[in-house]
């Protein structure tokens, strides 16, 4: 097959989608040389996979697999092939050819997400297939937004506060304990916005503290057949310097601004759950734990009515039908339907913080064209600029908890 201009192409040009939305385009082909085809198919696919390998064993290591599947849409249709032409195969001369589709999503399908062990991803793939050659295939990612409403959230609005210490051991002698509190005047919140909070750390011990820190912990739970296995991001971060024994550390209304990551919960997914903390860690220097001191946030997609109206933002009404089941474990009264308007005030859409990830799926030739280096994309509301000191690198600690 000579050179060819082969792609997918959707109306929606942002590529962001919300359940139960029509998704509408076409399939491009423009030829320079003549070329033989059977077919041109479309492949509508969505679905959640989780998978990770542990090893076990002492001389004899052997690896075990653990994994688990849902399917949202699997659906594939043929744009040109031997219904419309009567032919096992055809030949199209040089020019240009049109194809176009419409597919409707399903209600009620999760937030796109990708990570290591677990994604959750939509995408439309063509291919053309060539008699005795190998078949030409692209492929367009798109992002879905299952949008979650703050204001659905019981206790939202409420604020939160903990207080925990530990004690530090050296030789046979523990020390005075270290404590922290964190204090937040709210729990609900959107990316864009940065969470208030206060702190007061006192350290009772004769050891320095190296350094506090407060961190927006996303602690994601991938669900296999027979295992759990849960990782933690620090999705951002700010520091304070070493705290001297005996001393204090106060941190008054500072602000930990929130990048675009995906909403709480991953609703509609049942094998991956998110979940956010505002994490305030003390490291002792030498040898020791941290301190982790942990409150619970609520991340979602469309902001608390009492703050948007502080940003000059009215935040449209949910419908009054019955609501789908919240996911296990999350508070009742998650809204998550379709029907609320695509074009949110003051809203961008912003790619995630998680950063991209290569897309090739098994079966993919490596010729395969289009946008295979993707990241997903959420809602941001730009209201407040952070801080340059703020770090926004994502760190990944893949093997952090097994359950």
Same mark, same amino acid.
């Given at each position: 097959?000579?050179?060819?201009?082969?792609?997918?192409?959707?109306?929606?040009?942002?590529?962001?989608?919300?359940? &139960?939305?029509?998704?509408?385009?076409?399939?491009?082909?423009?030829?320079?040389?003549?070329?033989?085809?059977?077919?041109?198919?479309?492949?509508?696919?969505?679905?959640?996979?989780?998978?990770?390998?542990?090893?076990?064993?002492?001389?004899?290591?052997?690896?075990?697999?653990?994994?688990?599947?849902?399917?949202?849409?699997?659906?594939?249709?043929?744009?040109?092939?031997?219904?419309?032409?009567?032919?096992?195969? #055809?030949?199209?001369?040089?020019?240009?050819?049109?194809?176009?589709?419409?597919?409707?999503?399903?209600?009620?399908?999760?937030?796109?997400?990708?990570?290591?062990?677990?994604?959750?991803?939509?995408?439309?793939?063509?291919?053309?297939?060539?008699?005795?050659?190998?078949?030409?295939?692209?492929?367009?990612?798109?992002? #879905?937004?299952?949008?979650?409403?703050?204001?659905?959230?019981?206790?939202?609005?409420?604020?939160?506060?903990?207080?925990?210490?530990?004690?530090?051991?050296?030789?046979?002698?523990?020390?005075?304990?270290?404590?922290?509190?964190?204090?937040?005047?709210?729990?609900?919140?959107?990316?864009?916005?940065?969470?208030?909070?206060?702190?007061?750390?006192?350290?009772?011990?004769?050891?320095?503290?190296?350094?506090?820190?407060?961190?927006?912990?996303?602690?994601?739970?991938?669900?296999?057949?027979?295992?759990?296995?849960?990782?933690?991001?620090?999705?951002?971060?700010?520091?304070?310097?070493?705290?001297?024994?005996?001393?204090?550390?106060?941190?008054?209304?500072?602000?930990?601004?929130?990048?675009?990551?995906?909403?709480?919960?991953?609703? &509609?997914?049942?094998?991956?759950?998110?979940?956010?903390?505002?994490?305030?860690?003390?490291?002792?220097?030498?040898?020791?734990?941290?301190?982790?001191?942990?409150?619970?946030?609520?991340?979602?997609?469309?902001?608390?009515?009492?703050?948007?109206?502080?940003?000059?933002?009215?935040?449209?009404?949910?419908?009054?039908?019955?609501?789908?089941?919240?996911?296990?474990?999350?508070?009742? &009264?998650?809204?998550?339907?379709?029907?609320?308007?695509?074009?949110?005030?003051?809203?961008?859409?912003?790619?995630?913080?998680?950063?991209?990830?290569?897309?090739?799926?098994?079966?993919?030739?490596?010729?395969?064209?289009?946008?295979?280096?993707?990241?997903?994309?959420?809602?941001?509301?730009?209201?407040?600029?952070?801080?340059?000191?703020?770090?926004?690198?994502?760190?990944?600690?893949? &093997?952090?908890?097994?359950?």
């Amino acid at each position: 097959m000579g050179k060819e201009v082969f792609q997918i192409i959707l109306d929606n040009q942002s590529g962001v989608f919300y359940p &139960g939305q029509p998704v509408t385009g076409r399939v491009d082909l423009e030829l320079f040389d003549s070329l033989k085809v059977r077919a041109i198919n479309l492949h509508f696919r969505g679905y959640a996979n989780v998978h990770w390998t542990e090893r076990s064993g002492g001389k004899n290591k052997r690896t075990r697999h653990y994994s688990s599947n849902e399917s949202y849409m699997n659906n594939k249709v043929c744009l040109f092939g031997k219904e419309q032409h009567g032919e096992d195969s #055809v030949k199209l001369e040089p020019g240009k050819y049109s194809y176009p589709f419409n597919f409707q999503l399903p209600q009620g399908i999760p937030s796109s997400y990708e990570a290591t062990i677990g994604r959750v991803r939509y995408f439309i793939q063509s291919e053309i297939d060539i008699p005795w050659a190998f078949d030409k295939q692209t492929k367009r990612m798109f992002t #879905v937004v299952n949008l979650l409403d703050l204001n659905t959230v019981p206790n939202a609005m409420s604020g939160a506060s903990k207080t925990d210490q530990k004690t530090l051991c050296c030789l046979c002698c523990e020390s005075d304990p270290i404590s922290a509190m964190v204090t937040i005047d709210r729990i609900g919140y959107v990316p864009g916005e940065g969470i208030v909070f206060r702190s007061e750390i006192i350290n009772k011990s004769d050891r320095e503290m190296t350094c506090s820190k407060a961190q927006l912990l996303m602690t994601v739970q991938y669900h296999a057949t027979s295992k759990t296995r849960s990782v933690n991001n620090i999705v951002n971060e700010i520091a304070h310097g070493k705290i001297e024994g005996g001393g204090t550390d106060i941190w008054m209304n500072e602000k930990l601004h929130i990048p675009a990551v995906p909403p709480s919960y991953l609703q &509609g997914c049942n094998i991956i759950d998110i979940r956010y903390y505002l994490m305030m860690n003390v490291d002792p220097s030498g040898l020791g734990f941290d301190l982790n001191v942990p409150v619970e946030v609520v991340i979602g997609s469309i902001p608390l009515a009492s703050i948007a109206q502080q940003h000059g933002m009215t935040v449209p009404s949910a419908p009054s039908q019955p609501l789908p089941p919240p996911p296990p474990g999350a508070p009742q &009264g998650l809204y998550s339907d379709s029907s609320l308007p695509t074009n949110i005030p003051q809203a961008a859409l912003a790619e995630s913080a998680l950063g991209r990830v290569n897309t090739k799926e098994e079966g993919d030739t490596d010729e395969i064209t289009g946008n295979t280096n993707f990241a997903p994309v959420y809602t941001y509301y730009q209201w407040d600029k952070p801080d340059p000191n703020q770090t926004f690198a994502v760190q990944m600690n893949e &093997g952090d908890t097994e359950n």
